[in-house]
Structures are given as C-alpha cells and as structure tokens.
C-alpha cells in the first residue's frame, strides 16, 4: 500500500471544445473491443462536425456508424460487433481530420477494481519468474487506470492498452491477469482487463455520489471535500485545524516524563507484562486501542561501526527509544504509517558495549494494532551483525481508551491531498472516467479497509455495485455474445484468512463477518457471484502470494454465471440445520459429487505456532466447525461427513445446540471442500 498524490480537477472550469475529433484513450492501439451489438464509441469534436466510425478488418467493414457532435461538441455512436472476427482490426474516427487505432481485438472486457489485493502486481506474488517466461498470450490485454481522486466526475483518463508478454506481465495485476488468462483459454477468446484498483482503499471510495444517499455516516467527509472546492490551499490549511483538533481529544503522545521513565535503562519492569513480538495487541486484548509500551534488553560487543534498527510494519503509530534517545517514530502526520514499515538510523553514541535498553511505544488508534511483520523484520544492526529483536518484551499498557475516544479516533480528518478514502473520489477519478466503455463485468477484491464495519458494509456494498450498474446502463443490451442481455455482472473475492491462530472460538472476529457479508450480497443481488480464498491466504501477510488459484476461481464464476458453461464454480454453501437431539445436521448446497475433507499437514515442532498445531490435529475429521448451546458459548465441534450433501456436527460439551459456524475466525483451519475441490463458503447460522 502505497500513498499517493491526489490531483485534484475542478470541472467548474468551462472546457473548450477540440478543432479535431479526440476520443476517450480506452479508443488507442492494442484495444480490446467488447463483443455485443451495442458497443458504444464517443469523444468530443467540433459543434456540428460529421463523424463517422468504422471497425475495418483490412479494406472490409466490419462495423460501421455515424453522428455529429451535438452543441457541446460530444459524440456517440454505437457499433455492433458480434459478427467481427479474433484477428486484430482497425478502429477509423473520420473527422476535420482521422483517427486511428491499431491492433485492435474484439473479445471478452472485464473491469478489475478494489485495493491492494486486487492491484497486487504479477511480480511481486508467488511464482512471478516462471509466471513471466510462460507468459505469452497476445490476446491478453490490460490497461491500468492511474491513481486519482477528483472531487467531481471527471472525464479525465490516462494510460494505455499493453499486450502481455514475458517483459510486460510483471506490472500487471495479477488477480486480474490471472482471471483473465484462465477465460482466454476456456474461450479461445482476446481478453481485455481494466485494470483500477488503489491499496489501502475503503468501498465508499468507489461508491457514486447518489449511491451514497442516505449514508449520514460520511457528511463529515462529504463537507470537507465541498470544502476543497474552495481550493487546495484553503482545504489543506483547514485539514490541518481540524487534525490538530481532533489529535487534541485524544492521548496521542506521552507525557514527557512518562516517556523518560519508561525509556529509562534503569526502570524496574517487574509489574510489567511478558509478550513474544511479533505480535497483534489484539492477540490477548480483542478490543483494544490505544497506546502500549514495550521493552527488551540487547548486550552488545562492540559498538564501533554505523547501526540501524527495524521493526517491519507497526501499526499505527511509534516512538523508539534506545537508552533513553529517541532515534526514531512515525506519528499522525503520516497517513499510512499503518503499512510503513521502521527502519531507523542510529546516532552515533547512543549504543553502548554491554547492556543497551531498547524502548518502544506504540498507539493503535483503530482495528488491529501492534507489531504486524515477520520475525525477520524485527533486527538492530551493526555494521555487518545483525541482531534479532523477535522474543521476549516487556510491555505496559499506557492509556486504554474509552468508547468515545474511540468514536473520535474513527473520525480522524482526511488529507485532502491523500484523500483517496474521502466518499466517490475514487469513483469519480478512477470510474467514472471509463463509462459507458461495454465490459462483460466487473471483478472486485476488497473489503480489508471495511472491517470493523460489517453492519455498515452489508448496505454499502450493494448500493455500492447498484451505482456502477446505473451509471453504466448496460440492462439488456447484450455485450456478452448470446446472451439476452446482462445487468453488469460483478463477481467478489472474499477475504482470505488472515491473522494469528485462535484457541478461543469465542474469539472477536474482525474478518469473518466481513466475509459473511460478502457472500450474502453475492448469493442476493441479481448476477452477482462469490470467489471463496478461506484457504489460501497468509497468517502474517494481508497479501498472500497465491493469486493464482483467486483468479482460476473468479474466472469458474464468470464460466458458469456469464457464460453459462457447465462447470463447477463453487464450494459447498450452507443450505439449512437440523437438530437431533446433541447433534447438528447440517446440509449444504454445491457439493458436486459429494462432500470431501481435505487431509491438513501435521506441522513439525517450530514450523507454525502451536495453536494452528493444535487446531489441525482436533480429533476431527473435518476441521473448522463450532457449535454453541443455549447459554450462547461455542465450543470447537466434532464433525463427520454423513452423504454427499450433510454433515453431522456435535461437541461433547453441548447437549442442546442451537447453532453451528463453520470457518468462522480472522484465520481458520478449515478442510471441507467439494468433489470439485473448491472450498466450502464459511458461515454462521442464528438460533
């Protein structure tokens, strides 16, 4: 997740009408034109001039239609191309002047939208070598909309349409890419990827203005946006007001003599808490935000040569200290400290030989918080040595805030010079731009940035797709080719496992009632479809490496629901409960041939934490299930599977259960899957 500098157009501006006809770049050389009986083309010309399109396969005309620009110099027409041919064609805007775009293909469009998941690039996820040498597929196109945010619709693009290759594919987005190259081979057709997505960005974002009526939740975040229409400067002078205001509500920074005497190398920790770091606060503390302080000891040989220390990512913010120094913090001026991760240059003098104190506190304002990387991230270095900081801490709990402090810690201003999260400015840069432009769909890989909302998130997101839908206005035109017509299919990723290992199942999830959420407006809005990846995410990476096997999912989707190809595109889906006496009998929908459980890897000693060792070896042979009694406490369940559609589920500590969850934790050790060997959709059933 990166930050970003936002431009910001003001379209008040009167525009002046081109000499010549000029088009939308999506209209360049290596397009992929959607193939559909009504495929629109527009642009802006003089007043008045006479325009004629034409899709040419050499000297024949493959399509062909005309217009003139109106009295604001727009044009429009619509070409069929159901009948064009898979070789490359040329796209002619005759004009005062012509023209052209070569290479031109006319197959499968798809828009890929969402945060850091979704733009996650080829190069940077798993197998990215061998992906790039295999990667020849010609009719495989991506375009990539660049990173902005404008307070208006704007009608503003850039970029343009790469042909993937060996040397290419490396920036595409791999989610993406993958989806795309899975259809191109099922199809035998060109695919054309849209690629606009922004790590790090939350769904409100990409939501239309009107779709986000009645969500009184973002007037404060509408009025500073209205704000910036008075121009950056004024809007960055009162962001700053407002910062200092609301950083002034809450205990961001410690009291300074607090800070001496926590930093101190002589303090006396005995009343202080042991914790293994890395670790997430909320570990041990599932509700907690605020500021914690942390301490270890580092005996040291020499201290001769330049020193820096790391610490990976710490969320959200810090201050570090070694004997008392300060050497090194990131605070609130920081808009994604969150995902920064620490490296610090150590001064000159500040180590010592022997014993050196290292300190450090951290302030979580919202969601997880802590200490979020890897043991290796966690080193203090001296010339060529380098130390391991992963272990034993002390830690101490500075402030805890309270349910209004942290209602105010949710509303923390926005940068409007970073404000990629402010209410449809993303929508307005970055989608608004590319309709009416004929896709055969949308795929959508985000959720991460709602979390904690759920409640929010079940209204947001499908407000969020019925205004894409509306603004494109692609009912019943058919854009897929035999199709009777589409309502802008749109098919979502859920979220992957996440997090540590839970020995609790009454734990606070944060992540699966997002995921619940997902597949309820997925098995709800018309068209709409489901990409379970509960199986291949990261327990320590929010960006797990395996793209692969989300795109082969999403592409099944599209397959079966789009295409309507006979094949298996989902896991087993929760159908209905029975209670017979102690046992649960659950059943389930998409099993193909039958219910299967997956045989899970018995870790050695050291390989995973103990509790994921724990949790794959419950004497169960599918894992995953819970089930709660009358008193309303879950307890780990037994489960069995019975028939190709139920299984049975029971736990010896529950005599009259009421409800059952399956897969139900930020990160869950699950094994069920269908004879299609997709997994099955994790879901909690209500008494």
Same mark, same amino acid.
């Given at each position: ?47 008045? +001039? !006479? ?33 064009? @041919? ?49 990667? $020849? ?48 081979? +099922? ?7 849209? $690629? ?31 704000? !910036? ?26 009291? @300074? ?98 014993? $050196? ?28 040595? /380098? ?15 309270? @349910?209004?402090?942290?209602?105010? !810690? ?142 082969? /999912? ?37 099993? +193909? ?10 870790? +050695?000693?050291?390989? /995973? ?49 009421? !409800? ?28």
């Amino acid at each position: 997740m990166r930050s970003f500098l936002i431009l910001i157009v003001l379209l008040s501006v009167a525009m002046v009408a081109p000499a010549a006809p000029s088009t939308n770049p999506l209209f360049s050389d290596h397009m992929v034109l959607q193939k559909g009986t009504s495929v629109p083309v527009w642009g802006k010309a003089d007043r008045g +001039e !006479a325009i004629r399109v034409s899709l040419m396969d050499g000297s024949t005309v493959v399509s062909e239609a005309s217009t003139e620009a109106d009295d604001k110099g727009a044009w429009r027409v619509n070409l069929d191309t159901s009948k064009a @041919p898979q070789t490359p064609l040329e796209l002619i805007i005759a004009g005062t002047t012509t023209l052209k775009a070569s290479d031109v293909l006319v197959g499968q469009v798809w828009l890929c939208s969402g945060q850091s998941n979704m733009a996650w690039s080829v190069q940077g996820a798993k197998d990215a070598e061998r992906e790039a040498r295999q990667a $020849n597929y010609p009719q495989i196109r991506h375009f990539e909309v660049p990173h902005t945010s404008q307070l208006l619709p704007s009608e503003e693009l850039k970029g343009q349409w790469v042909v993937t290759s060996s040397q290419s594919v490396g920036t595409f987005s791999a989610v993406a890419y993958y989806f795309g190259r899975a259809l191109h081979l +099922e199809l035998k057709a060109p695919i054309g990827l849209i $690629n606009s997505s922004v790590g790090g960005t939350a769904a409100e974002s990409w939501a239309t203005d009107e779709s986000l009526k009645g969500f009184d939740e973002f007037n404060i975040q509408r009025a500073q946006a209205r704000d !910036a229409l008075l121009g950056m400067d004024n809007a960055v002078a009162k962001y700053r007001v407002d910062l200092k205001e609301w950083e002034a509500k809450l205990p961001l920074h410690a009291d @300074p003599k607090l800070a001496e005497s926590y930093s101190s190398i002589d303090l006396d920790t005995k009343d202080w808490d042991t914790v293994t770091l890395p670790r997430q606060i909320e570990a041990t503390d599932p509700d907690f935000d605020g500021s914690i302080w942390y301490r270890t000891e580092l005996t040291l040989d020499a201290v001769d040569a330049a020193a820096s220390i790391s610490f990976g990512r710490v969320d959200d913010h810090d201050v570090t200290y070694i004997n008392g120094k300060r050497v090194g913090g990131i605070g609130n001026d920081n808009d994604g400290a969150w995902a920064t991760p620490r490296r610090y240059d150590i001064p000159a003098g500040v180590l010592k030989p022997g014993r $050196n104190m290292i300190a450090v506190r951290v302030f979580d304002t919202w969601l997880a918080g802590g200490f979020m990387g890897a043991p290796a991230d966690m080193w203090l270095q001296v010339g060529t040595k /380098r130390h391991s900081l992963a272990g034993e801490w002390k830690s101490k709990i500075e402030h805890r805030l309270d @349910p209004d402090q942290k209602a105010i !810690a949710a509303q923390r201003p926005g940068n409007p010079q970073n404000a990629v999260n402010v209410p449809s400015m993303l929508y307005n840069g970055m989608i608004h731009p590319l309709k009416p432009y004929a896709i055969a769909g949308a795929i959508w890989y985000q959720g991460e940035a709602n979390v904690n909302r759920d409640k929010q998130y079940r209204s947001l997101l499908p407000a969020m797709i019925q205004g894409w839908r509306t603004a494109w206005d692609q009912k019943c035109e058919p854009v897929i080719a035999g199709e009777a017509g589409r309502d802008f299919p749109f098919y979502i990723v859920q979220l992957a496992n996440f997090m540590e290992y839970r020995r609790d199942p009454n734990f606070n999830t944060q992540w699966a009632p997002i995921r619940d959420v997902q597949a309820h407006v997925a098995s709800t809005l018309a068209n709409c479809g489901l990409a379970v990846t509960i199986d291949i995410g990261d327990e320590r990476d929010i960006h797990p490496g395996n793209k692969q096997d989300v795109g082969k /999912r999403l592409a099944a989707v599209a397959l079966a629901k789009a295409y309507g190809k006979k094949v298996p595109f989902a896991g087993p889906t929760f159908s209905k409960l029975d209670i017979q006496g102690n046992r649960a009998i659950v059943t389930f929908d998409h099993v +193909e041939q039958g219910l299967a459980a997956r045989p899970l890897a018995v870790p +050695e000693a050291g390989d /995973r934490p103990n509790v994921y060792r724990e949790l794959v070896t419950h004497p169960s042979p599918v894992k995953g299930f819970a089930i709660r009694g009358e008193d309303g406490k879950w307890f780990w369940a037994k489960a069995q599977i019975n028939d190709q559609r139920t299984i049975e589920v029971w736990s010896d500590d529950v005599a009259k259960p009421v !409800a059952v969850r399956y897969g139900w934790a930020d990160n869950p050790v699950v094994n069920l899957y269908n004879s299609a060997d997709f997994p099955a959709v994790p879901f909690q059933t209500q008494p």
